[in-house]
């Protein structure tokens, strides 16, 4: 698989493991991130690598900013993107089966090079289980594309 990587000044300490660590389980990165340590913005490459997947470009995305919640949210701007923000393996594994997200999304400021690691590889083994799970993401593609209004689906007591 062709991974997608964005990271801001914040996210660089942690990049190079997380890279290499992708690279050793047998995909592709394709980095989208600063290598500088100079202050920028993290709304820049959460989106330009939520982009590459998006187009097709790359098949899934992996963002990186201190929390890692700005640049889910960034990435999460770009239409076709679920970006998961987790900070631990067993959301990540869950994003992918029930949520299908397709970028993953976490801070070096709150995860070490071993959790983060472990939250990569537990995401990455993942598969989307569709089933019961697929009508809901299918809403919030539908919500996107502005064919579907929660306000008709909501149930009143």
Not at 8 to 16: A, F, I, S
Not at 39 to 45: C, F, Q, S
């Amino acid at each position: 698989m062709r991974i997608a990587m964005g990271n801001d000044h914040v996210g660089l300490e942690l990049k190079p493991a997380i890279r290499d660590f992708v690279e050793s389980k047998g995909h592709e990165v394709v980095d989208f991130g600063t290598n500088s340590s100079e202050r920028t913005d993290y709304p820049i490459y959460g989106i330009l690598a939520a982009q590459a997947v998006a187009s097709g470009e790359c098949d899934l995305g992996i963002v990186i900013c201190g929390t890692g919640a700005g640049i889910s949210i960034a990435a999460n701007k770009v239409k076709g993107i679920r970006a998961a923000c987790v900070s631990e393996p067993y959301t990540a594994k869950l994003s992918r089966e029930h949520n299908n997200a397709n970028v993953l999304a976490f801070g070096s400021r709150v995860v070490g090079v071993e959790l983060a690691k472990m939250i990569v590889e537990a995401w990455l083994d993942a598969e989307y289980e569709g089933g019961r799970h697929a009508k809901r993401v299918e809403e919030i593609a539908d919500y996107e594309a502005g064919c579907w209004d929660p306000k008709e689906h909501t149930p009143h007591a």
